[in-house]
């Protein structure tokens, strides 16, 4: 997968722009706030349909305007497409080759981002290793996303629902709540299996992966960790049944607290080195480690599963990592369209000779500097 | 709104409030009629009130009609055996269409959805109950839309329905006729594989 060219329309501080990147690597520099990261967000909303770092869509947008508009030519498997964002405010509209399209088509395209809010992926609370399942670990498989919007919807819901039971707001409280149940624990138990079924596939290259940067010093271990007591090698009937009887008894407590108790949305993924939980251990050189590695897998499983590699996004991460982990990256990625945002080249220009491009950012505008 | 006189501006505020109606819509309908002779703003407006005043559920299925009961229950030539349940009185409009169903019908007007306030008691139940305790229906076939609300909203009729002794069925989801494999989503193709059915 590559992309072809990018075209700007009012996004963030670009006006207008339009540039044609290098099939392997393009590296990005400019000073502080030039617009470096805002090209790497509009690649990624390009595949992702959201930003990484805006919470609203009103942020991606020129301030002066009301609209933004993403153009991207890709080539998939051969197959050239016009991949085009129309956002505004609040509502946005995906056009591809001319055509109004669904959302869930975009699951075919593969971005893999590593950014340095990745970091708390490893130190930071579970809620951000679920965004890294649902994200990272979910867009590995194309039925994922629109599963998790389903179980996501129906807790919702049944959110709502405890809240009335105890407020006393409806009549028919125990029929009702055993009806969501039956969607939340069907739905739970589908976005829980799916979420396992990728990760047999990608920890063990993660853990290969590892070893390898490490040098054989560090083994890296990563199990999923469920809220519900679940063994290894459950069949999505099987998970459906614990999650049902665990969950039966979790209801009282549901109910005053309005809150569901139990499900995918309560589950994190525990890492840890040398049997060594890397959250509250790891030094902040392994801490950025299994987060490489980690990503590095995310390459390496979407190669396997759909035959082509994604497009890979690294945004002010590289010269964060010592020389050996930097050309274990490099020597990584030779077969990966990458985007490199940094402020500061440090001489790489010379490492990667022949095989990329060399852009300067400077207030919204884009040039290409000098070919490596 | 600086632009238009305060008739002219209200008018455009009111075809702006209808669905799939943006701005530039509702000024282009509004200067159509201001455009078009007298008569034709007259007859829009009288069509308007009729439709509110005449309009309203059938006592049988709840259906919308002008009368007190709607043409499809009055209809003596259907299966009295099979009653299908719909969420919308369009779904009624698409199930005719296609002319495949000759039972009838009943309309929820809704479907379960705790987060815009709708529980049971906002659906037709106590009419559905009415009918199923006194008519002749063995089948009753839920064809509430596959969403989550959907879906939620078939599971409670079925559990309200079964202990009735009335035999419950869900229409199919899956593949849409004519089109091809490749362009369903994942969990579409689950669903057709879940509820394939003998062939040949």
Sequence with gaps: MRVINVTLKNFRNYQEESFQPHQAINIITGSNAQGKTNLLESIYYTFRGRSFRAERDKDIIHWQNDTTTIRTGVLLNSRNVDIKWKIKENNKKL????????????????????????????????????????????????????????????????????????????????DMLEVWDEQLYRHGARVIYLRLQILKKLIPIARSIHHKITEGAEELQAKYLSSLALEPGLTEEQIYQIFFKTGQKMRPTEIQRCQTMLGPHRDDLSLSLNGIEARSFGSQGQQRTVTLSLKLSQLELWYREFGDYPILLLDDVLFELDHSRQSMLLDKINKVQTFITTSFTGGIENTIKGAGLLWQVNAGNLTAKEEL | MLYYSGPVARLVDEFAKLPGIGAKTAQRLAFHILNSPPEAAQSLAKALVEVRQSIKRCSCCCNLTDEELC?????????????CIVEEPRDVIAMEKARGFRGYYHVLHGAISPMDGIGPENLTLKELLKRLQSDEIEEVILAANSDVEGETTALYLARLIKPLGIKVTRIAHGIPVGSDLEYADAMTLNKALEGRGEFG
């Design chain 1, 95 to 174: 056009i591809i080759n001319g055509i109004d399209t669904p959302r869930a088509e975009l699951d075919h395209f593969g971005v893999v981002l590593f950014c340095p809010e990745d970091l708390y992926l490893v130190k930071g609370s579970p809620q951000e290793r679920r965004k890294f399942l649902d994200n990272d670990v979910g867009s590995l498989n194309p039925g994922y996303s629109k599963t998790w919007r389903q179980y996501a919807r129906v807790l919702t819901q049944r959110n709502t629902l405890l809240k009335e039971i105890r407020d006393k707001r409806t009549s028919q409280t125990q």
């Design chain 2, 71 to 83: 043409p499809i229950c009055r209809d003596t030539t259907r299966n009295g055996k099979l009653l």
